[in-house]
């Protein structure tokens, strides 16, 4: 008799979205029997979606990387670690050396881990000297972020999923929570149905939580710095201001009440086309619910104003009293699974691990004290975010890029001219499962490892760090990120040692206030940690309860001016495209698209278009159509549904091989250089 392999059972937590499910996985071999969710997971317990559940087919897939990759007279061959490594460590050190620190940018992973990320901005900031570093938010909630920073002081959501189960009032903006989030949408149903939680929804998107919202409204496409600040000034207005709170925690009251004068009702009913009565209505619930939350995701970022619209949602939830308590707070809906983490850990331009700025003394030298160098060998200027690194490189500035499994050349606006820049580098890595659009333009492919094949840490939205366990070995030659980072590092003369990725938050917790209670004994198994974690291990489920992360510990209102959105229709462009995901798909489909059972779910692209424009355009449903905007065309059947409205469309970021973006462009918002991809003017031809 031939024994059977045994059967193991793994702790892993998904890596699709920013919920943070975390769940046993069964497996016999290199097999993934199953996935079972279990109550003991703090994120998501008994629940999963249909991606967390399924599609991990992508792990053994015949066209992982298994081996480097060096380009070789525009070819790729196949070459071995060391001499890959040397290469890596050997080209970024000569542009460097040629070009000084800030001709090199670093891209680390939004979908890694902590460690991963963590180390990205190490071998930048502490061996090349340089903060061009960023990460995958650039392109989605940076703009939130930075609302947050301006008010509260804290860029993470204030309190738990928890909180937003017990609010009395949830209030989604601009976020298809239902395909994007899909188990925060179904504790949100959940408490719909045996609470009686109320829900509002503002959308100009009909998705599926608009049709089970109590209230749902329907603006123009980024207008809402207009709804929120016409709502601020209602509840001021209207004795519904907390004026309690106000006054205890709020810096700048009368200045922003003043700001509020053109916000009338009015006003906002004319620019937004929401009906006034609908606006009060909205304005009472808010005003005078015990407790609020309000979500929001990239229906309000990726616009050229979405750091104001942001700050205008937590400018609302200040005026109402709603932070501090259970059931309040602004919540932003972070869509990679890590891309808390890895801003957390220091992929940002601006920020060392746990939010210290590179220009501030203070965390310049003790980020110089924890890693045994003056604080002169540390850049004091903040780098380049993504989306202008791109356009350095277009220019000649930026000669090397390290991007680590970050999609850029798909990801990014206006495709076209990212391939110009990345075809202009000198030197291109990029360590990836798979050999990526982006991996395409690149020297040297380092092999990695998927989450299943590496230990390590991971922040989902609401701040929790969890710990994920390996579940299978690495394939063929492939190498989990911390190994293939602290490896490049050490051939480029620096050998930090480490020799697992547990040392490398331990040198984190040690330098970053943030996360001095945090350690991998802490997070063993279901336990996870919400930063910020005091050195005896306390986290912070709910942010604010003592006061704000400012200096004084009061919050501030940010007095705001509204501007149109960049890029608006016009006679020529006279359509709006919008675009966004699907359940079934995980961006660019590297992962979903190797699940025959989900890919089959949704196996191509399509346009949404309104009955209305269908009608006056004589369009039926699967009659393909082009759209082009200043940009590009693309070619997709059409989909004939209430959910787009009037002159907008709507198409799914994931299919085609340059996909959507082919058809955005570089207008950005000046605060964070966030991409408007929603704000793109196109032009419908019948085919
Ligand atoms: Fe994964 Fe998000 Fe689905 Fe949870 S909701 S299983 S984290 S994709």
Known sequence: HLRQPEIKCTKTVCTYCGVGCSFEMWTRDRHILKVQPVPEAPANGISTCIKGKFAWDFVNSEKRLTMPLIRDNGRFREADWDEA???????????????????????????????????????????????????????????????????????????????????????????????????????IKAAQKLRGQKLIVIDPRKHEMAERADLFLRPKSGTDLLWASALSRYMFDHDLADREFLERWVNGVKEYRDSLAPFTLEFAETETGIERQDLVE??????????????????????????????????????????????????PMRGHNNVQGASDFGCLRDRYPGYGHVSDNEARERWAEGWGISPDELSDEPGYGNFLMVQAADEREIKAMYIVGEETAFSDSNTHNVHTAFEKLDFMVVQDV???????????????????????????????????????????????????????????????????????????????????????????????????????????????????????????????????????????????????????????TNQTGRTEGIWQQIPHGFVEVSPELAAERGIEEGTWVRVSSRRDSLEFPAVITDRVRGKTLFMPIHFGKPGVNLLTGEHNDPDVQTPAFKETAVKLEVL
């Not at 542009?95 to 991963?116: C, M, Y």
């Open 85 to 187: 490594l040397d290469l890596v460590a050997r080209r970024l050190l000569e542009v460097r050396d040629a070009h000084g620190p800030d001709s090199l940018g670093f891209i680390g992973s939004s979908k890694g881990t902590n460690e991963q990320a963590y180390l990205v901005q190490k071998i930048a900031r502490r061996i090349i000297g340089t903060n061009n570093v960023d990460n995958s938010s650039r392109y989605c909630q940076n703009p939130a972020t930075k609302g947050l920073f301006r008010t509260v002081g804290y860029g993470g959501d204030a309190g738990s999923i928890k909180d937003i189960e017990q609010a009395e009032v949830v209030v989604i903006v601009g976020s298809n929570t239902a395909e994007n989030h899909p188990v925060i949408a179904a504790r």
């Open 282 to 331: 909205a304005a009472e619930i808010i005003g005078r619910a015990k407790s609020v939350c309000l979500l929001w995701a990239m229906g309000i970022t990726q616009h050229s104003r979405g750091s104001d619209a942001s700050t205008a949602l937590s400018n609302l939830l200040l005026v109402t009293g709603n932070y501090g308590k259970p059931g309040t707070g602004g919540y």
């Open 434 to 588: 798979f050999l990526s659009r982006t991996a395409e333009f690149a020297d040297v492919v380092l092999p990695a490892c998927p989450s299943v094949e590496q230990e390590g840490t991971y922040v989902n939205t609401e701040r929790r760090i969890q710990r994920s366990y390996q579940v299978l070995e690495p394939l063929g030659d492939s190498r989990p990120d911390w190994r293939i980072l602290t490896d490049v590092a050490a051939r480029m003369g620096h050998d930090w040692g480490y020799t697992h990725p547990s040392q490398v938050m331990a040198e984190c917790a040690r330098i970053a206030p943030m996360f001095a209670g945090v350690s991998y004994e802490r997070l063993e198994g279901w336990k996870s940690q919400l930063w910020p974690v005091a050195e005896d291990g306390t986290d912070s489920p709910l942010l604010y309860t003592d006061g704000f992360a400012n200096e004084d510990g009061r919050a501030n209102l940010y007095v705001l001016e509204w501007l149109p959105p960049e890029e608006a229709p016009d006679e020529e462009y006279d359509l709006l495209l919008d675009n966004g995901r699907l359940r079934e798909q995980f961006q660019g």
